[in-house]
């Protein structure tokens, strides 16, 4: 943090400026709880006492815990997963929480059993890991009877809860800090919660239409934002009312990064929302679908290509291994080119296979025109995949000690990209 925001922490723990000012001891603030940092540095978002309680009742209401019920969670308790979601319903519902210090994907089943766990978080690319492990009579054998957490791709859905006997998944979306959080309560596959569209103004969030190439809000005549129709992908923002704890927007301790979430003029004028920055899709009955982080987008061949579609196609032709996918600019070419970044340890990648799968499951435009094979792809505390670095990186090889290959249209295969291949491209002298 910068020197005024280490002050503005100072003063808000020493009981001066805005935190004397809040009328009620529920909207005091109880911590903070950094962001995760998927496209950025973290920010310390702020948790008062009434959002604590909320975020926990949300949990345990939408899902039908009971105070016997066992929750497994191997989530760092520096986010609101682990914290409220989980630690919460012990201190607010007065059920027992399993707590494991660090994720092991080896030891998960097992401790499951051991401690007769009935509810399981997870987060992330947890129930990927889990999938990409060996048989083990465990993870047939435990009481789990629910999955709640965020993030569970629709490729693997299914196979998670045939595989390990899970009768219900419960997947949510929702940050610390927002107010549009949402709640798949049925177990619609792919789905990451629900909202009606016979009574879409009891719960006040909307998906607004946005510009394809720059993500800005599409306004109306009138200066209003134009909300999305079914299966219209948009970006989803929950209605500010600070005299409702439901809708409330405390923000963060850095007043910018908290002005950036806010916008103005969106249901009627006057009004203030918050931007999720989350693209989404609803589609004619309520459900709605993530589609993709505002930014991580890209434009190739005039078409959108959703990194988080790619990633998890990509990652299932390589038995579930860690993949980051993101646009990257090529000189003399519209738009972005595909880049993805592959975990590989081995060193025996095999680029002519993973070329023949690729060109069975994904259109010419979404292919990855650049590769690069890394022993690790960064993920954050809550195993989202990060791709700040890569995307600074770029394709130069310069960069990095790992192996980087390019799609190369006229041969049909995938080439060394080195230094001399990187120069031709930069000259446009190479043909994408």
């Keep these: 943090m910068s020197r005024r925001e280490t002050e503005r922490v100072g003063e808000r723990l020493a009981g001066r400026g805005t935190y004397r000012e809040r009328v009620g001891e529920s909207e005091t603030e109880l911590f903070y709880i950094y962001t995760s940092g998927t496209t950025g540095l973290p920010k310390p978002a702020i948790v ?23 929750i497994y969670t191997c989530l760092p308790l520096y986010h ?25 994907a ?92 016979i009574l879409p103004n009891v719960y006040p969030i909307r998906l607004l239409k946005v510009k394809e190439e720059s993500m800005e809000l599409i306004r109306d005549s009138r200066g209003l934002c134009v909300p999305c129709g079914p299966g219209e992908p948009g970006i ?29 003029n969106v249901f009627t004028k006057g009004d203030s929302a918050y931007l999720s920055g989350d693209v989404m899709v609803m589609d004619e009955l309520g459900y709605i679908y993530f589609r993709d982080r505002s930014g991580d987008t890209y434009r190739w061949r005039g078409e959108n290509v959703s ?47 993973f070329l023949q799968g690729v060109m069975k499951r994904l259109p010419s435009y979404a292919r990855p025109i650049f590769l690069r094979l890394s022993p690790v792809v960064d993920t954050t505390g809550t195993f989202k995949i990060q791709k700040t670095r890569f995307q600074k990186e770029g394709y130069d090889p310069r960069n990095s000690t790992d192996r ?7 041969m049909g295969r995938y080439v060394a990209l080195n230094e001399e291949v990187y120069n031709d491209i930069l000259e446009e002298k190479v043909s994408l």
């Design 106 to 197: 080896s030891r998960f089943w097992d401790d499951c059993v051991r401690y007769k766990c009935t509810v399981a978080q997870y987060i992330g690319e947890i129930c990927r890991y889990l999938l990409s492990q060996p048989v083990r009579p465990s993870e047939l054998s435990h009481q789990v009877r629910i999955a709640i957490g965020n993030g569970l791709r629709p490729d693997v859905w299914e196979a998670f809860a045939n595989r390990f006997n899970i009768k219900h998944i419960g997947e949510f979306y929702g940050a610390t800090e927002c107010n549009c959080s949402i709640a798949n309560l049925d177990g619609k596959v792919g789905a990451c919660g629900f909202n009606s569209v």
């Design 307 to 353: 990194t988080t579609e790619v990633e998890g196609i990509l990652s299932s032709l390589l038995n579930q291994r860690d993949v980051a996918v993101y646009g990257v600019s090529v000189p003399g070419v519209e738009g972005k080119a595909g880049m993805a970044v592959i975990a590989d340890t081995t060193r025996n990648f095999n680029c002519d296979a």
């Design 404 to 410: 980087f290959y390019f799609l190369n249209s006229r």
């Design 80 to 104: 609101s997963a682990g914290n409220i979601m989980g630690v919460g319903q012990c201190l607010i519902h007065g059920l027992t929480v399993v707590i494991r210090r660090k994720f092991s």
């Design 236 to 264: 989803l923002v929950g209605r500010i009312n600070q005299k409702d704890p439901l809708r409330r927007f405390d923000g963060y301790v850095n007043q910018e990064a908290t002005n950036k979430k806010i916008i103005h």
């Design 48 to 70: 008062v006492h009434s959002r604590f309680y909320r975020i926990a009742a949300f949990g345990y209401y939408s899902y039908r815990l009971h105070s016997d019920d066992i």
